[in-house]
């Protein structure tokens, strides 16, 4: 079984070894870079159901160099090329990734489109469906090829919100969290739903319930669920008023945006906590960028982990609190 290579969100790679773990226990996972993890023994056909990965390649070959050269870089792609001729594809496009700065990833592409024209002897076009990654950790090189695109992408996302969140950072701290089964999770901010919508695919038997203060925002949530095939709670609540009285895990992406001013937040984050005190039972998890504000609460919640990811260049954090 060839070893596969999945990408996550930077800073919160553990999400997926959690999630490989518990979709198959025999599989041995290497975290080789910055959001990169090396799985072996995955069965393939499960990959797809993975839900905290932005893509997966599946691994041609991995060598480590002595020296870090552009000569010794392209001797790793030839051999690796070489022992894997036997596919018969027309044309591949290419992607060059560099994890450690210090060497150029156009210049990666350069040297490896080289290669693919003389191994393999066909050409390397942007629009081609098949996809080589060819990635530097250090002094490893790494010829992979994509199997599927952007696995990400739900389906089930035909209601758009603007502030969404992307679902395998949901997904993400729903694992984090350490959501039990038969257990409930709440999110008052749930906007279209990300954050439920996920945990009820993650999580055996598990509740979820969503609010949100906008009206079209639930009609939307109550949308993507039914696309989603998932059975979620929806209704209108300003989180202040929330008729909720108790859950297991708030689980939740409080808003966010410049519209919002310091003085407000600095308020929702305490409004946050003191609902959470009086209704949450196990654990609160917050995903937002304000960490200052979040950590500057007084409250009888403590800290007990924290994450640190980006998000289309912006710095998100994901804050698990026990009580
Ligand atoms: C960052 S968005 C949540 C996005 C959501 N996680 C998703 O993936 O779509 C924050 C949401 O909080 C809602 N909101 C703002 N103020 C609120 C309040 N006082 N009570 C409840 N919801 C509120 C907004 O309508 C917005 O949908």
Same mark, same amino acid.
């Given at each position: 079984?060839?070893?596969?290579?999945?990408?996550?969100?930077?800073?919160?790679?553990?999400?997926?070894?959690?999630?490989?773990?518990?979709?198959?226990?025999?599989?041995?996972?290497?975290?080789?870079?910055?959001?990169?993890?090396?799985?072996?023994?995955?069965?393939?056909?499960?990959?797809?159901?993975?839900?905290?990965?932005?893509?997966?390649?599946?691994?041609?070959?991995?060598?480590?160099?002595?020296? @870090?050269?552009?000569?010794?870089?392209?001797?790793?792609?030839?051999?690796? @090329?070489?022992?894997?001729?036997?596919?018969?594809?027309?044309?591949?496009?290419?992607?060059?990734?560099?994890?450690?700065?210090?060497?150029?990833?156009?210049?990666?592409?350069?040297?490896?489109?080289?290669?693919?024209?003389?191994?393999?002897?066909?050409?390397?076009?942007?629009?081609?469906?098949?996809?080589?990654?060819?990635?530097?950790?250090?002094?490893?090189?790494?010829?992979?090829?994509?199997?599927?695109?952007?696995?990400?992408?739900?389906?089930?996302?035909?209601?758009?919100?603007?502030?969404?969140?992307?679902?395998?950072?949901?997904?993400?701290?729903? @694992?984090?969290?350490?959501?039990?089964?038969?257990?409930?999770?709440?999110?008052?901010?749930?906007?279209?739903?990300?954050?439920?919508?996920?945990?009820?695919?993650?999580?055996?038997?598990?509740?979820?319930?969503?609010?949100?203060?906008?009206?079209?925002?639930?009609?939307?949530?109550?949308?993507?669920?039914?696309?989603?095939?998932?059975?979620?709670?929806?209704?209108?609540?300003?989180?202040?008023?929330?008729?909720?009285?108790?859950?297991?895990?708030?689980?939740?992406?409080?808003?966010?945006?410049?519209?919002?001013?310091?003085?407000?937040?600095?308020?929702?984050?305490?409004?946050?906590?003191?609902?959470?005190?009086?209704?949450?039972?196990?654990?609160?998890?917050?995903?937002?960028?304000?960490?200052?504000?979040?950590?500057?609460?007084?409250?009888?919640?403590? @800290?007990?982990?924290?994450?640190?990811?980006?998000?289309?260049?912006?710095?998100?954090?994901?804050?698990?609190?026990?009580?």
């Amino acid at each position: 079984m060839r070893p596969l290579l999945l990408s996550t969100l930077p800073g919160i790679e553990e999400a997926t070894v959690i999630e490989v773990k518990r979709i198959h226990p025999l599989t041995a996972t290497e975290k080789i870079g910055e959001g990169k993890i090396l799985v072996e023994n995955f069965p393939l056909e499960k990959v797809g159901s993975l839900r905290t990965i932005l893509c997966a390649s599946s691994v041609l070959g991995i060598r480590s160099l002595e020296v @870090l050269s552009p000569r010794t870089i392209r001797k790793a792609i030839r051999e690796i @090329l070489r022992e894997n001729s036997g596919f018969e594809f027309l044309e591949v496009s290419l992607k060059g990734l560099v994890t450690d700065r210090g060497f150029s990833e156009k210049y990666l592409e350069v040297i490896a489109a080289r290669e693919v024209k003389r191994v393999w002897k066909i050409k390397c076009n942007s629009r081609a469906s098949a996809r080589l990654r060819v990635e530097l950790y250090g002094k490893r090189v790494c010829v992979s090829l994509d199997f599927k695109r952007n696995i990400f992408r739900r389906s089930y996302y035909v209601w758009k919100h603007l502030a969404s969140l992307n679902p395998a950072l949901a997904s993400s701290a729903v @694992l984090l969290a350490g959501v039990e089964a038969n257990s409930n999770i709440y999110d008052p901010f749930s906007g279209s739903g990300t954050i439920p919508i996920e945990a009820h695919f993650l999580t055996k038997g598990v509740e979820c319930i969503g609010s949100d203060i906008n009206v079209e925002c639930v009609r939307g949530a109550l949308v993507n669920a039914a696309e989603a095939g998932v059975k979620v709670v929806f209704f209108t609540a300003d989180f202040r008023k929330t008729p909720i009285r108790s859950c297991d895990y708030l689980i939740t992406d409080p808003p966010r945006g410049k519209r919002l001013r310091v003085s407000n937040l600095r308020k929702l984050f305490e409004d946050i906590f003191r609902i959470s005190e009086q209704i949450v039972r196990r654990r609160l998890v917050l995903i937002t960028p304000y960490v200052r504000l979040a950590t500057g609460v007084t409250s009888s919640f403590k @800290l007990t982990k924290m994450w640190s990811t980006r998000v289309s260049g912006s710095k998100i954090r994901i804050l698990i609190y026990d009580i």
